[in-house]
Structure formats: C-alpha cells, structure tokens
Nanobody, 122 residues
C-alpha cells in the first residue's frame, strides 16, 4: 500500500509562490505516474499536473489554467514529487491532493494523499 504525504500548503498573497511536496512511502513510486489534483468545496476534483513514470519515458501534463505558472517535478531517488506554483491567483485556492496512477494520471488513479490547503488572498 502506497502512502502519500503532502506538505507545503499555506496562505500566500496574490502573485506569490508556493512549493508543494509529496512523499511516497514505497520505492514502487517510480513505476507510477505522480501528480496533483485540487478541490474546492462543492466542486469536482480538478486535475492540476502529472509527471509520468520512468518506464514510460516520463513526460508531463498540466491543466489548462496552470500552464506557464505551475511546474511539476519528481525525484525518484527520494520518492518525492513537487509542485512549484508561481503567480498564484485567488482562484487557485483549494485543497491540493497528491495522486499516484497510470498514464499521465489520465488512465486511472490508484492512490490519493490526504491533501494540503492552499489559500491565496486577494
């Protein structure tokens, strides 16, 4: 069972930056795609970014509203995935969830983290 623990959320002003981190509990991490979703109360969970598994050649994918502002990266040696978020907007406020799955997280999610709150003040 893969366990995912997110960190790095918090309160930031509009235009600011945050870096989220997700630690995976097992080395099988490198065999999965890793990434992030976010959710606002009352709305569906929204795709943010994904980084592909090593054996698939890697690759990244972003949600449309994140392109050019967010950057995903992973460190397979440390079982970590990161999300650098720049030029944050109030509409980025959400709970951000780390996810492990297949493809570029577009072929199924196998594990979820507990989430970390990001709040962007106007």
């Amino acid at each position: 069972q893969v366990q995912l623990v997110e960190s790095g959320g918090g309160l930031v002003q509009t235009g600011g930056s945050l870096r989220l981190s997700c630690a995976a509990s097992e080395r099988t991490f490198s065999s999965y795609a890793m990434g992030w979703f976010r959710q606002v109360p009352g709305k569906e969970r929204e795709f943010v970014a994904a980084a592909g598994a090593v054996w698939t050649g890697g690759g990244t994918r972003y949600g449309d509203s994140m392109k050019g502002r967010f950057t995903i990266s992973r460190d397979n040696a440390k079982n970590m995935v990161y999300l650098q978020m720049n030029s944050l907007k109030p509409e980025d406020t959400a709970v951000y969830y780390c996810a492990v799955g297949r493809g570029l997280l577009n072929q199924g999610i196998d594990y979820w983290g507990q989430g970390t709150q990001v709040t962007v003040s106007s």
